[in-house]
């Protein structure tokens, strides 16, 4: 009993840590593919690899280089196109509002701002509600599953890129407290899908240049593809090549190498260098060729107090950390209340037009709220002094005299990007109740903002939130704590970074964006400071959000390690037993009716009638192939390139044909099968086996006796935290019905163990 009560406590603080709330969506978790980045060896695969010379490698390597320099090109230009995109429709909005405000209307420009802003944000909503819903958001969820080995269906086509790109310089546009950053990112792994494998259904693309014996065609290169496109997408957001290859890494990637390093660094530099290049040429202030301040945000140059010297104290580290402190406070408030806000849209606001209503009338409300903060509480405006001219035409006049400025205004009615930076850089007091105001209608915009059918991301308004808290903090150091080195700027950096981080959670890679987009390696002490204790403040409450937006939407992601709850189990627990196999060779109408009566992507292959030994196994996708290809009776081998022709769609068993005669021919499976693949015992440790899924890319896992007999088989879904909170369940109910088990002699090797640790799991066993 005592040993009950233990699981049971352990798996109660486990549910408390792994699960969301309930929510309409979460439960049952909907049961999606698996990329399949496992190398087959099949006798066609080692055929095929044994013919190859070393000209053949040479040519490879070439190619996949040259591909990730066309990956890195292709997302420099889609991010010119949406930068270029979303600035000019700023400019004619803010041209059309001030215009009026410089008449004296006041009336006027609230509507026109207004109507603005839900047009553009209509359209960008009407593209994601009919086009492709998946282009909603910031789309770093999905990324995050694709690079962990789940197949998240339209995530990755070509009609996704264009409906972010077009959605994103929209949402941008209309004013809403939104990001391109999340957005770049998915851009990018877009880029790098459909680069890598050369073809696009939408608009009837096929070329040759990619299949090379079908060598980039396969889930595996086209993960690797995706990982350097969504390096890319942060070098080109952020101007951070290094950031996005530990993105890539840190944010999901369950298999990682030394080349995938270096293909990934190579693809971040050259997007980098493309977009730099781009951006000079169309800059009104640069000239072609000259490549300094090259992303697409960047934070500026940083100087404290008029010095272009960073320095900071000793005793102000202890304040970054407290800062630290409340960003992560804050960033799992906003993530439980996001939480609640998609919860409730997944169960009332389904259909495209009540997205479309919900997005427009947003986004009007925004437009009036921000407006009206601005004219509700009018401070002194604040004369434009030297100080000011190198953020001069940043700054916003509003209803101020001729040589003033607004700087609610010059917060809240401009990009946010300029936002951000005038809070870094100016050296101008800002008002306690400016600061306060726009810190509120930010984040309680931003909070809602996300997750509506627009694409969106929460990078730059969770900067402008932290930003307006850190300069708040930094103001009120600098007028009581009569020190020289206080500089409010810095704070407003510290505070961006705290936000931000108790929002995402990221730590390694965040720390590295951040300091390449100032410029300066001095502020990483206290960035990643308040980043971690960010991250240790916030994951007390709650998850990031990105990982709370793939528990509701019920995606099987794989966290690095398996959870807690997982020490109590093995492999024959969460196993599904009793699988369908084939024997080595079977007949063709026992091949179809089984793969037109399951539906499952892998099969055990056993030896024949009275043996029944596991000798290897074969994926439905072959099968099907090897049956529309009459692989059957006398037919010649087939080929592996040939195999793998039809990736990633391959042939349908509905597809198949097969008359009577040909029903009782034999199919031989040996020369198709993969006979040494990874396999575990059902005594196996769920941990090692979760571990060993999730590291080499593997979609299904047999699990056999000591006899080898297959017992059952391991995917995806028996690897999620639901199940294995389940099957201890099952487990705890069982022992209170026996709590011992009789050494027989038919005493299975599994049930012996299972009662062994069962009774002596006191001992420390």
């Given at each position: 009993?005592?040993?009950?009560?233990?699981?049971?406590?352990?798996?109660?603080?486990?549910?408390?840590?792994?699960?969301?709330?309930?929510?309409?969506?979460?439960?049952?978790?909907?049961?999606?593919?698996?990329?399949?980045?496992?190398?087959?060896?099949?006798?066609?695969?080692?055929?095929?690899?044994?013919?190859?010379?070393?000209?053949?490698?040479?040519?490879?390597?070439?190619?996949?280089?040259?591909?990730?320099?066309?990956?890195?090109?292709?997302?420099a230009l889609v991010a010119l196109c949406v930068w270029a995109?979303?600035?000019?429709?700023?400019?004619?909005?803010?041209?059309?509002?001030?215009?009026?405000?410089?008449?004296?209307?006041?009336?006027?420009?609230?509507?026109?701002?207004?109507?603005?802003?839900?047009?553009?944000?209509?359209?960008?909503?009407?593209?994601?509600?009919?086009?492709?819903?998946?282009?909603?958001?910031?789309?770093?969820?999905?990324?995050?599953?694709?690079?962990?080995?789940?197949?998240?269906?339209?995530?990755?086509?070509?009609?996704?890129?264009?409906?972010?790109?077009?959605?994103?310089?929209?949402?941008?546009?209309?004013?809403?407290?939104?990001?391109?950053?999340?957005?770049?990112?998915?851009?990018?792994?877009?880029?790098?899908?459909?680069?890598?494998?050369?073809?696009?259904?939408?608009?009837?693309?096929?070329?040759?240049?990619?299949?090379?014996?079908?060598?980039?065609?396969?889930?595996?290169?086209?993960?690797?593809?995706?990982?350097?496109?969504?390096?890319?997408?942060?070098?080109?957001?952020?101007?951070?090549?290094?950031?996005?290859?530990?993105?890539?890494?840190?944010?999901?990637?369950?298999?990682?190498?030394?080349?995938?390093?270096?293909?990934?660094?190579?693809?971040?530099?050259?997007?980098?260098?493309?977009?730099?290049?781009?951006?000079?040429?169309?800059?009104?202030?640069?000239?072609?060729?000259?490549?300094?301040?090259?992303?697409?945000?960047?934070?500026?140059?940083?100087?404290s107090n008029g010095q272009n010297v960073f320095s900071y104290?000793?005793?102000?580290?202890?304040?970054?950390?407290?800062?630290?402190?409340?960003?992560?406070?804050?960033?799992?408030?906003?993530?439980?209340?996001?939480?609640?806000?998609?919860?409730?849209?997944?169960?009332?606001?389904?259909?495209?037009?009540?997205?479309?209503?919900?997005?427009?009338?947003?986004?009007?409300?925004?437009?009036?709220?921000?407006?009206?903060?601005?004219?509700?509480?009018?401070?002194?405006?604040?004369?434009?002094?030297?100080?000011?001219?190198?953020?001069?035409?940043?700054?916003?006049?509003?209803?101020?005299?001729?040589?003033?400025?607004?700087?609610?205004?010059?917060?809240?009615?401009?990009?946010?990007?300029?936002?951000?930076?005038?809070?870094?850089?100016?050296?101008?007091?800002?008002?306690?109740?400016?600061?306060?105001?726009?810190?509120?209608?930010?984040?309680?915009?931003?909070?809602?903002?996300?997750?509506?059918?627009?694409?969106?991301?929460?990078?730059?308004?969770?900067?402008?939130?932290?930003?307006?808290?850190?300069?708040?903090?930094?103001?009120?150091?600098?007028?009581?704590?009569?020190?020289?080195?206080?500089?409010?700027?810095?704070?407003?950096?510290?505070?961006?970074?705290?936000?931000?981080?108790?929002?995402?959670?990221?730590?390694?890679?965040?720390?590295?964006?951040?300091?390449?987009?100032?410029?300066?390696?001095?502020?990483?002490?206290?960035?990643?400071?308040?980043?971690?204790?960010?991250?240790?403040?916030?994951?007390?409450?709650?998850?990031?959000?990105?990982?709370?937006?793939?528990?509701?939407?019920?995606?099987?992601?794989?966290?690095?390690?398996?959870?807690?709850?997982?020490?109590?189990?093995?492999?024959?627990?969460?196993?599904?037993?009793?699988?369908?196999?084939?024997?080595?060779?079977?007949?063709?109408?026992?091949?179809?009716?089984?793969?037109?009566?399951?539906?499952?992507?892998?099969?055990?292959?056993?030896?024949?009638?009275?043996?029944?030994?596991?000798?290897?196994?074969?994926?439905?996708?072959?099968?099907?192939?090897?049956?529309?290809?009459?692989?059957?009776?006398?037919?010649?081998?087939?080929?592996?390139?040939?195999?793998?022709?039809?990736?990633?769609?391959?042939p349908s068993i509905e597809d198949v044909t097969i008359s009577?005669?040909?029903?009782?021919?034999?199919?031989?499976?040996?020369?198709?099968?993969?006979?040494?693949?990874?396999?575990?015992?059902?005594?196996?440790?769920?941990?090692?086996?979760?571990?060993?899924?999730?590291?080499?890319?593997?979609?299904?896992?047999?699990?056999?006796?000591?006899?080898?007999?297959?017992?059952?088989?391991?995917?995806?879904?028996?690897?999620?935290?639901?199940?294995?909170?389940?099957?201890?369940?099952?487990?705890?109910?069982?022992?209170?019905?026996?709590?011992?088990?009789?050494?027989?002699?038919?005493?299975?090797?599994?049930?012996?163990?299972?009662?062994?640790?069962?009774?002596?799991?006191?001992?420390?066993?």
């Amino acid at each position: 009993m005592e040993e009950r009560l233990l699981i049971d406590g352990d798996a109660a603080a486990d549910n408390a840590r792994w699960s969301p709330s309930p929510s309409p969506s979460s439960s049952p978790e909907p049961d999606f593919d698996t990329f399949d980045c496992f190398e087959s060896h099949s006798l066609v695969r080692r055929l095929e690899i044994r013919s190859r010379t070393p000209t053949f490698f040479k040519h490879r390597a070439l190619l996949r280089w040259l591909l990730i320099s066309l990956v890195s090109f292709t997302m420099a230009l889609v991010a010119l196109c949406v930068w270029a995109l979303s600035h000019s429709l700023q400019r004619y909005r803010f041209a059309a509002v001030d215009r009026l405000i410089r008449q004296g209307f006041v009336v006027a420009p609230i509507a026109v701002q207004c109507t603005m802003a839900a047009a553009f944000v209509g359209v960008a909503s009407a593209l994601v509600a009919y086009v492709e819903p998946m282009a909603a958001g910031s789309g770093i969820p999905q990324v995050k599953c694709i690079l962990n080995g789940l197949k998240v269906p339209r995530v990755v086509r070509v009609k996704t890129l264009l409906v972010k790109a077009i959605g994103v310089s929209l949402s941008v546009a209309a004013g809403l407290p939104l990001g391109i950053e999340g957005p770049m990112i998915h851009c990018g792994a877009v880029c790098g899908a459909a680069v890598s494998q050369g073809r696009s259904a939408v608009a009837g693309i096929d070329t040759s240049c990619t299949k090379y014996n079908g060598e980039f065609r396969n889930d595996k290169e086209k993960r690797e593809f995706v990982s350097a496109g969504a390096a890319a997408g942060v070098a080109n957001a952020f101007g951070a090549p290094i950031g996005g290859v530990l993105f890539a890494l840190e944010e999901g990637s369950s298999f990682w190498n030394q080349k995938l390093t270096w293909r990934t660094f190579f693809c971040s530099m050259m997007s980098y260098f493309f977009l730099a290049l781009f951006t000079s040429a169309v800059s009104d202030d640069r000239h072609w060729g000259k490549l300094s301040d090259s992303s697409m945000f960047t934070f500026g140059d940083f100087t404290s107090n008029g010095q272009n010297v960073f320095s900071y104290s000793a005793y102000e580290l202890p304040l970054f950390i407290g800062m630290g402190a409340v960003g992560g406070l804050a960033g799992a408030a906003f993530n439980e209340c996001n939480r609640r806000l998609t919860v409730w849209r997944q169960a009332h606001v389904r259909s495209p037009a009540r997205r479309i209503a919900e997005c427009t009338a947003t986004a009007a409300v925004f437009a009036l709220v921000a407006f009206v903060a601005c004219l509700a509480v009018r401070p002194a405006c604040v004369g434009i002094g030297r100080e000011h001219e190198q953020y001069a035409r940043q700054l916003v006049q509003f209803y101020c005299a001729h040589g003033q400025f607004s700087p609610r205004a010059s917060i809240l009615l401009v990009p946010f990007d300029s936002a951000v930076k005038l809070l870094f850089h100016t050296s101008v007091t800002f008002d306690t109740a400016d600061l306060v105001v726009v810190f509120l209608v930010v984040f309680v915009a931003a909070c809602w903002c996300y997750g509506m059918a627009i694409p969106s991301g929460l990078f730059i308004p969770c900067l402008l939130a932290g930003a307006c808290f850190g300069r708040l903090v930094g103001q009120v150091v600098h007028e009581n704590a009569a020190l020289p080195t206080v500089d409010p700027g810095t704070y407003s950096l510290i505070g961006a970074a705290a936000v931000l981080g108790g929002m995402a959670r990221m730590t390694i890679s965040l720390t590295v964006i951040l300091i390449e987009a100032t410029g300066d390696i001095q502020y990483g002490l206290p960035i990643m400071a308040t980043l971690m204790t960010a991250r240790w403040v916030g994951g007390y409450f709650n998850e990031g959000l990105y990982d709370i937006q793939i528990h509701l939407n019920g995606w099987q992601f794989l966290d690095f390690d398996p959870p807690p709850v997982a020490q109590y189990l093995l492999a024959a627990d969460i196993m599904s037993p009793d699988p369908v196999s084939f024997r080595e060779v079977e007949t063709v109408g026992r091949v179809v009716d089984v793969l037109r009566s399951c539906s499952h992507n892998g099969f055990p292959v056993v030896g024949p009638d009275g043996d029944g030994a596991f000798r290897g196994l074969i994926p439905r996708k072959h099968l099907t192939v090897l049956l529309q290809h009459r692989q059957y009776g006398d037919a010649p081998l087939l080929r592996d390139q040939d195999m793998e022709q039809s990736y990633p769609r391959y042939p349908s068993i509905e597809d198949v044909t097969i008359s009577d005669s040909e029903r009782d021919l034999e199919m031989d499976l040996r020369p198709y099968m993969d006979p040494a693949p990874y396999v575990c015992q059902q005594i196996s440790p769920v941990s090692t086996v979760f571990r060993l899924y999730r590291t080499m890319g593997l979609r299904h896992i047999p699990v056999v006796t000591p006899t080898n007999h297959v017992a059952g088989m391991i995917t995806r879904k028996d690897l999620t935290h639901i199940i294995f909170r389940r099957q201890l369940r099952e487990l705890v109910e069982d022992q209170q019905q026996q709590e011992h088990l009789d050494r027989h002699d038919d005493v299975t090797q599994y049930e012996f163990v299972r009662s062994f640790l069962r009774r002596h799991s006191q001992a420390g066993l």
